[in-house]
């Protein structure tokens, strides 16, 4: 199966209203025909949302929320709720960041009932998964544990619509990413899994891209690994040109 690879931009706490439409501007000038053969998703902060969304228009590029509160109900200051995103006009949601995980104490239970109320909400989860500095030393047995944890309940249907980050923790805010080897075995693992539990329709379905310390000089061999669909990047994903050369590497590899 053929699947479209995907790119995505976090710009974390990082861009003003002014910022984020200059950026949609020379981004879509830069990427011209790209936006035709990679999906690309775009997370920026809650402010941003809704002129990133208007600034758009019928531009292919999808919006993200960064995050939602582990509740629906109202009383929660400070929050954001899945509905609250659906209704800006987002499409996705991030689910399980390292640095949400780190500040706001989430653990994998708490990611889980945020999984349940995106899809709720008509959100397609993007979950990030990978191994913590804490877990065990075998990729393999942290991301068996995190991966039960955070889809425990969800269905063939809904595992299909997600896309997942594979994204260590050691690779937040370091200065270059994890080894081609080290994505391999940890986005190999990631499919395997999903073939065992719902079967290899849904397993092919599914996209995985890496995140961590993601810039242009390492795209290349970060993509050799097949089950690598794509990247996430943070500090290179509010660089419109940088960004694009990003997008431009992803689209030529796997199209080889």
């Known amino acids: 199966m053929v699947r479209k690879p995907m790119a995505l931009a976090n710009w974390k706490m990082a861009m003003t209203i002014a910022e984020s439409w200059e950026w949609v501007r020379d981004f879509r000038a830069a990427a011209g025909d790209l936006l035709n053969e990679i999906d690309v998703v775009v997370c920026p902060p809650y402010t ?10 019928d531009s292919p590029i999808q919006v993200g929320g960064q995050n939602i509160a582990p509740t629906a109900e109202l009383s929660r200051t400070g929050e ?3 509905a609250l995103l659906a209704d800006v006009g987002c499409q996705r949601v991030m689910l399980g960041h390292w640095e949400v995980r780190r500040y706001l104490h989430d653990d994998d239970e708490t990611v889980n009932r945020k999984v349940h109320l995106a899809l709720e909400a008509g959100l397609s989860p993007i979950l990030l ?7 065990p030393p075998s990729i393999e047995t942290a991301l068996e544990k995190r991966l039960e944890a955070v889809l425990a309940g969800c269905t063939a249907e809904q595992v299909m619509g997600m896309a997942f980050i594979y994204e260590p923790e ?4 370091a200065t270059k990413p994890v080894t081609p080897d080290h994505v391999a075995a940890g986005s190999g693992f990631i499919r ?9 329709n849904v397993a092919n379905s599914i996209r995985i891209i890496y995140g961590g310390s993601v810039a242009p000089e390492y795209a290349h061999d970060l993509l050799s690994c097949p089950d690598v669909d794509g990247l996430g990047a943070g500090r290179r ?12 590497q992803i689209v030529r590899v796997k199209s080889e």
């Open 129 to 135: 998964v990978g191994e913590g500095r804490d877990d």
């Open 237 to 248: 994903g509010r660089d419109p040109e940088s960004f694009t050369e990003i997008v431009r």
């Open 48 to 57: 941003a949302l809704w002129a990133v969304i208007q600034a758009l228009g």
């Open 80 to 82: 954001i709720s899945a």
């Open 192 to 200: 395997k899994w999903v073939q065992d539990h719902w079967g290899a």
């Open 170 to 173: 050691a690779a937040i805010g």
